[in-house]
C-alpha cells in the first residue's frame, strides 16, 4: 500500500520569500502524485500533477513541484510568494497497475505568508 | 459546469441522532469518494462509489455508517447515532473515471458538529 509524508505541518514564510513544500511517497508500483490546496472553510482545489514525462511540473499560480524517482519525492515550490498563498497544502498519491487507485493524503502542510 | 456540490455546509446534531450528508457529483462524473477530515489531520478515505454500487468501503467504521449512490439523485453519507468523536468536516470528490490517474474535484464540504 502506499503512503505519504509532508515532513512539515506548518511552514511560515514572508511575502516575496521562496518556499518549498515537501513530500515524500511510499508505493512499490508506480504512482501519480498531485499537490491539492485547501483555504480557509473550502474544499480541495489541484495545483499540480504528474502522470508521466516530464519530471519537472508546472501548475495553478506560479507553483511548480518535481518528481525524484531515487529519492521518492514530489516536492512543492514557488520562488515568490504572496499573502493569498496562505492556506493548507496537501500532497496525494494514487498507484499504478497492481496498487490501490484510491489517493492517499498526506497530513497537509499548513503555509502562513507574512507580510 | 457547475462544481461538486454538497449540503448542508454546516450540520449540528445531537448525540444518538442522525446525520445525512449530500453530494451532488460534477456534471458527467459517476465516481464519488467520501473523505472524513479531522482538525489537524489529513483526509482520510472512507468509501468509494459508482453509481447504485460500493466499490471500496475499506476506510468506513464498521457500525453507524452508511453510503449509497442511486440511479438518480445525490450520493448519501449517513451516520446513524451520531457521537461527539463523528465531529469533523466531510468532504466529497467525484472524477470521470476510477481514481487511477485521474484528480478528483472536491465540494466545499459539510461541517458537522454533534453537540
Known amino acids: 500500500a502506499q503512503s505519504v509524508t509532508q515532513l512539515d505541518s506548518q511552514v511560515p514564510v514572508f511575502e516575496e520569500a521562496p518556499v518549498e513544500l515537501r513530500c515524500n511517497y511510499s508505493?512499490?508500483?508506480?504512482?501519480?502524485l498531485f499537490w491539492y490546496v485547501q483555504y480557509p472553510n473550502q474544499g480541495l482545489q489541484l495545483l499540480l500533477k504528474?502522470?508521466?514525462?516530464?519530471?519537472l511540473v508546472k501548475g495553478i499560480n506560479g507553483f511548480e513541484a518535481e518528481f525524484n524517482k531515487s529519492q521518492t519525492s514530489f516536492h512543492l515550490r514557488k520562488p515568490s510568494v504572496h499573502i493569498s498563498d496562505t492556506a493548507e497544502y496537501f500532497c496525494a498519491v494514487s498507484e499504478g497497475a497492481g496498487g490501490s487507485y484510491i489517493p492517499t493524503f498526506g497530513r497537509g502542510t499548513s503555509l502562513i505568508v507574512h507580510p | 459546469n457547475a462544481g461538486v456540490m454538497q449540503n448542508p455546509r454546516h450540520l449540528v446534531r445531537r448525540r444518538g441522532q442522525e446525520a445525512r450528508l449530500r453530494c451532488s457529483p460534477m456534471?458527467?462524473?459517476?465516481?464519488v469518494y467520501w473523505y472524513r477530515q479531522l482538525p489537524e489531520e489529513g483526509l482520510k478515505f472512507m468509501v468509494y462509489l459508482q453509481k447504485e454500487n460500493i466499490i471500496d468501503e475499506s476506510g468506513m467504521p464498521k457500525e453507524r455508517f452508511s453510503a449509497e449512490f442511486p440511479k438518480e439523485g445525490p450520493s448519501i453519507l449517513r451516520i446513524q447515532q451520531v457521537v461527539r468523536g463523528d465531529s469533523a468536516a466531510y468532504f466529497c470528490a467525484s472524477s470521470p473515471e476510477s481514481g487511477r490517474g485521474y484528480e478528483q474535484y472536491f465540494g466545499p464540504g459539510t461541517r458537522l458538529t454533534v453537540t
Open positions: 508505493s512499490s508500483v508506480s504512482v501519480y
Open positions: 504528474y502522470l508521466s514525462g516530464s519530471t
Open positions: 456534471k458527467g462524473h459517476s465516481h
